[in-house]
């Protein structure tokens, strides 16, 4: 009768033929591994084309040879195939061993659990080798993880006997890190910039919205010509910039260094009113915003 190799169960044998259904999983260490085949083949396609391959001698014991990794993570492996479970415990030890055997024998299930343990468990000190393990083993969200790890903490991270190692042996792995590192900066750098421009955008819009709303309703001490202005001195409540663009305008009226073009506040306002006529669609005699209709004129010209 072939059993699991943690703990044994009639059941296994479904067909009573032992010579069938029961193999040896043969280690490294020379251990042998009672399995049975069926259970084998269903949980991968890799060992079934291996188990129903046609044999020359059918008389002798079929054996498959699992090699180059602990005997205990064989074992592990081979009674994932019966539980589909694998303990805390098993994991921590033969977690890497594990990934290796699942992305060999394709055996998803087992590998994303791998994949999930090692991105739990990544540091600095291990993200190297762990990376190189996700790049042979294609594990496509364990290998971005870890490369974001060494983006993030490449200066750690190049201190390490790993990446040390790395740049004697794989130097294309090296410049493929690399890449991603200064790709991930140019993105940040853009990322800042557009942040930066959107910001600035908000600002103009909010400085033209107050423009408007000065020279058309009036407020505080600054207002359209036919309408006084406000008699409450509290802050305006509508603008936070409010206070400010009606200092600025009251300078522009009273500023002298602007006809030499030297004053960098009247600039500024010149600025705004030039963008305010570039986009206002009232007509000349409705818009109150100062300078508009000359603006626009000019413009025309």
């Known amino acids: 009768m072939c059993r699991r190799p943690a703990s044994p169960t009639e059941s296994d044998n479904a067909s009573g033929d032992p010579t069938e259904t029961c193999i040896q999983i043969v280690t490294s260490g020379g251990r042998r591994i009672p399995a049975n ?11 079934r084309s291996v188990i129903y ?22 074992e592990v492996f081979v009674g994932f195939f019966y539980s589909n479970k694998c303990t805390e415990e098993d994991m921590e030890k033969y977690r890497i061993h594990l990934l290796a055997l699942s992305h060999v024998y394709l055996v998803p299930q087992l590998k994303t659990r791998c994949t999930k343990a090692l991105i739990e468990r990544l540091t600095v000190e291990n993200v190297v080798d762990v990376l190189q393990l996700a790049r042979l083993c294609d594990a496509p969200d364990l290998y971005l993880k870890c490369v974001k790890l060494v983006s993030n903490s490449f200066k750690s991270v190049e201190k390490t006997e790993g ?3 790395l740049q004697t042996n794989d130097p294309f792995l090296e410049l493929e890190i690399l890449q ?24 103009l819009s909010e400085a033209m919205d107050c423009l408007e709303h000065i020279c058309t ?7 359209p ?11 305006c409540s509508k603008f936070s910039t409010c206070q400010g663009l009606q200092l600025s305008i009251r300078h522009v009226a009273k500023c002298r260094k602007r006809v030499n073009g030297g004053c960098v506040r009247c600039k500024r306002m010149w600025q705004l009113f030039k963008l305010h006529s570039s986009i206002c669609e009232l007509p ?18």
């Open 163 to 165: 990446w040390k190692f």
């Open 37 to 47: 085949a069926n259970i084998l083949a269903s949980a991968s396609t890799v060992l």
């Open 180 to 203: 991603f590192i200064d790709e991930s900066e140019s993105l940040r750098k853009r990322s800042r910039k557009r942040r930066k421009e959107q910001s600035l955008y908000l600002q």
């Open 217 to 223: 309703e009036g407020c505080l001490s600054v207002g």
């Open 284 to 301: 000349d005699s409705t818009c109150k915003v100062p300078l508009c209709r000359r603006l626009k004129t000019q413009k025309m010209k």
């Open 225 to 235: 010509y036919d309408k006084k202005p406000s008699k409450n001195m509290s802050p």
């Open 53 to 74: 391959r046609p044999e020359k001698n059918r008389s002798s014991e079929k054996t498959i040879p699992i090699l180059g990794v602990p005997c205990d993570a064989v």
